[in-house]
């Protein structure tokens, strides 16, 4: 039995326009790179030596690490969604259980223990996987490591849909998933949930690819709006710097209900600004996206930079406070925990 709907248009909701939705599973031919879709120049080995030279690292001090113990880690039952009502479930990083329009997907999901080229979890995994439901889909935001993990995603069925950003197909059909699709930015595709089509738009973020020594910026980087058929919005920014493209996504995109936004990874600051935002940033963002909630993500899990692992937290919630957000509107969740739209 399908759900019951509002009978919002999402079409009658755009502005400008939306794209029509592109088929699902389409093979597709992309440039040799997308380099010229960066909003800044990527670090190059001069600012390295300006990194060693100024006596700066990108990990914590030993007084950060010390702080590891207390990072919140609270996992509990997948919560009992109905129809019309999103729910979140944080495992870690920019991993997320969502349900919503009657669909669950993955947000880059990561339940490996080590990634490269950095330690490893600093909090378990929120979710245990045989916990899990069946995954109606994935969402791939690019495909830094923690973000796009081939262990975890190898566990995964093989016929799982797979959205994905331009470029990275060819990859993920490698590994023998048979329902890929590839988006450019402003493009979506569309899935059935329980009460009718789930729409996915791949959008734009300040960041950039790389998984190889030959192969930046080969395939494309970019967040996810998701709409469900009663017109609740959902945000997922995957990656990103803080700059114009929130504007742009929450004029083509009104009634966000929720962001979903990166807090760390962020110092030392006149390297990581341009691809990852600040706290303050990501309260900045949230408010050019017209957002009307925002959950804090990629924090408390691996620990990629400077800061001390609990500043994030405590920044964030400083931040919304100043800008007179109401409190219960920031989801900071613990890792593992859970929350219903509209319920605690």
């Not at 129809?83 to 009657?102: D, K, M, N, P, Q």
């Not at 004029?251 to 936004?261: E, K």
């Not at 109401?326 to 319920?343: F, H, N």
Request: aromatic letters at 10%; charged letters at 20%; proline letters at 10%.
């Amino acid at each position: 039995m399908r759900c019951a709907t509002k009978g919002v248009s999402m079409t009658a909701q755009a502005h400008p326009p939306l794209s029509e939705p592109r088929p699902l599973g389409e093979v597709r031919r992309w440039p040799g790179s997308f380099g010229d879709r960066l909003t800044s120049p990527l670090p190059g080995v001069t600012d390295f030596v300006r990194l060693a030279l100024r006596g700066e690292r990108l990990r914590p001090s030993s007084e950060g690490w010390a702080q590891i113990t207390e990072l919140p880690f609270q996992p509990g039952p997948l919560p009992v969604v109905g129809c019309g009502e999103l729910a979140l479930t944080w495992v870690g990083h920019a991993s997320y259980v969502l349900r919503i329009g009657g669909l669950t997907v993955l947000t880059d999901p990561v339940w490996s223990q080590r990634i490269v080229g950095t330690p490893g979890r600093v909090t378990p995994v929120g979710v245990a996987w045989e916990d899990l439901p069946p995954i109606d889909a994935v969402v791939i935001s690019h495909n830094h490591y923690d973000h796009l993990d081939a262990p975890t995603l190898d566990r995964l069925p093989r016929d799982t849909p797979l959205f994905v950003p331009a470029g990275l197909a060819e990859w993920v059909r490698s590994r023998g998933f048979t329902q890929v699709t590839e988006l450019d930015w402003w493009e979506a595709v569309e899935l059935e949930g329980e009460a009718g089509p789930v729409r996915f738009d791949f959008v734009p973020s300040h960041h950039w690819s790389r998984r190889g020594l030959t192969d930046t910026c080969r395939s494309l980087w970019g967040g996810w709006v998701l709409t469900a058929p009663d017109g609740q919005r959902l945000y997922f920014a995957g990656d990103t710097g803080y700059g114009h493209w929130f504007g742009e996504i929450g004029s083509r995109y009104p009634g966000i209900d929720m962001a979903l936004l990166p807090i760390g990874a962020y110092e030392p600051r006149w390297m990581l600004s341009p691809v990852h935002t600040s706290p303050e940033e990501a309260v900045q963002a949230c408010a050019d996206l017209g957002a009307r909630m925002m959950s804090p993500m990629h924090w408390a899990t691996f620990l990629l930079s400077a800061e001390p692992p609990l500043e994030p937290l405590r920044r964030v919630r400083a931040a919304w406070r100043a800008a007179g957000r109401p409190a219960e509107d920031l989801w900071d969740l613990p890792v593992g925990g859970s929350r219903v739209l509209g319920r605690s």
